[in-house]
């Protein structure tokens, strides 16, 4: 289990970073601006929510695998890498945080960020000191929730990266692998381990939703 959590420790690293940089700025896109086809970009970016793990895992097989321009063209490799398992992790944890993050930044007052461009800020200045921090609650929320599924996710990342010992095998597939073999103790404790993770980061997100609700 040690090499598994050593894996999923890096796994969840990248997409934990991969989740919080695209999807803020994916929230802030869909929040703010007004374009032809934002329903349209926002419904694609949260099927990954309600599509199963494997037919995700198909479609980046698609996108990273042989034919593809990151393949063929930039000579990107990253089907049976950890990277790639990050990279399955991160799409399907994305949608978690895009729908957060985006309702947070939605419930901004325009009017404050108005208010301090009148004052002479820049656009940048207004994100960082008026619109990132006033919804910096439900960002972290999202950023919690994408975090502990991107270290949940079994079946994309099974398709995409395998299940290769030392390499690729996260916890999820030790779970599997354990109680295919019988070993239930080690299923067992596995469990108990992502349980609990999974557990914390829904309590932190809970707390940062109730001063919102008050």
């Known amino acids: ?74 000579g990107v490799d990253l089907l049976f890498t950890w990277q790639g398992a990050a990279v399955a992790a991160s799409t399907v944890g994305l949608p978690l945080m895009l729908q957060s993050a985006r309702a947070a930044i939605a419930a901004v007052d325009p009017e404050l960020e108005d208010a301090a461009r009148t004052l002479g800020r820049s656009e940048p200045e207004v994100l960082l000191r008026v619109t990132l921090p006033l919804a910096h609650r439900g960002i972290l929320a999202g950023l919690f929730l994408g975090a502990a599924r991107a270290l949940g996710e079994f079946g994309a990342s099974l398709m995409v990266a395998g299940n290769i010992p030392d390499r690729t095998r996260t ?18 404790q596995t469990s108990a381990l992502l349980s609990g993770i999974a557990f914390l980061a829904l309590a932190l997100t809970r707390r940062l939703e109730q001063p919102a609700r008050r």
């Open 1 to 74: 289990m040690l090499s598994a959590l050593l894996v999923s420790l890096k796994v969840v690293g990248v997409a934990t970073l991969v989740i919080g940089v695209v999807g803020t700025l994916l929230a802030l896109l869909l929040a703010r601006a007004r374009f032809p086809g934002r329903a349209a970009l926002e419904l694609v970016l949260t099927l990954p929510l309600v599509l199963p793990p494997t037919v995700v895992g198909f479609f980046l097989l698609y996108i990273l695998g042989r034919g593809s321009p990151l393949h063929d063209w930039l």
């Open 171 to 188: 916890l999820p597939m030790v779970v599997y692998d354990a109680a295919l073999s019988g070993d239930l103790a080690l299923a067992a």
